[in-house]
């Protein structure tokens, strides 16, 4: 018996992108769409990349990441980035509970570190993963 995962949504995929369709003469475009687990993986970069007033009619969205960068690589700033995630996947992204949150500092000479993020899907109990690159220096 095959899951019902309508609840997770369809949306259109982040960043935006266009998906091209063979049909028929030419090639018709269209907006990339994700849907089901995909669109949590989705819903979660844009949470995190988009920091808080730079949306227009919803000023309260996105996260305070844009804090960090400029401070050290140390515990320090690895609790900052741990908090200001846990904090906003709480506001934003009610499907699931954040597990562990790990950041990773191997690439500190070029001002990035990955965090590796653990959820679980509330509504089926499925576990995920992903890994969020998180630039420490502005380019």
Same mark, same amino acid.
């Given at each position: 018996? #095959?899951?019902?995962?309508? =609840?997770?949504? +369809?949306?259109?995929?982040?960043?935006?992108?266009? #998906? /091209?369709?063979? %049909? %028929? *003469?030419? /090639?018709?475009?269209?907006?990339? $769409?994700? !849907? %089901? !687990?995909?669109?949590? &993986?989705?819903?979660?970069?844009? &949470?995190?990349?988009?920091? *808080?007033?730079?949306?227009?009619?919803?000023?309260?969205? %996105?996260?305070?990441?844009?804090? &960090?960068?400029?401070?050290?690589?140390?515990?320090? /700033?690895?609790?900052? @980035? +741990?908090?200001?995630?846990?904090? #906003? $996947?709480? *506001?934003?992204? +009610?499907? @699931? =509970?954040?597990?562990?949150?790990?950041?990773?500092? /191997?690439?500190?000479?070029?001002? $990035?570190?990955?965090?590796?993020?653990?959820?679980? &899907?509330?509504?089926?109990?499925?576990?995920?993963?992903?890994?969020?690159?998180?630039?420490?220096?502005?380019?």
């Amino acid at each position: 018996m #095959a899951v019902d995962t309508r =609840y997770l949504g +369809k949306g259109l995929r982040f960043p935006f992108q266009i #998906a /091209t369709r063979d %049909g %028929g *003469i030419g /090639t018709i475009g269209s907006t990339s $769409l994700s !849907e %089901g !687990e995909d669109r949590i &993986i989705q819903s979660i970069k844009q &949470i995190l990349g988009t920091p *808080i007033k730079r949306r227009f009619m919803r000023r309260d969205f %996105g996260s305070r990441l844009n804090l &960090i960068p400029f401070e050290p690589n140390d515990e320090i /700033t690895a609790v900052l @980035i +741990k908090h200001y995630i846990r904090e #906003a $996947l709480a *506001i934003w992204e +009610k499907r @699931i =509970y954040v597990g562990s949150i790990t950041v990773d500092f /191997t690439d500190r000479d070029d001002g $990035l570190c990955y965090v590796g993020i653990t959820f679980r &899907i509330i509504k089926t109990n499925k576990i995920g993963n992903m890994v969020y690159p998180f630039y420490l220096r502005r380019l």
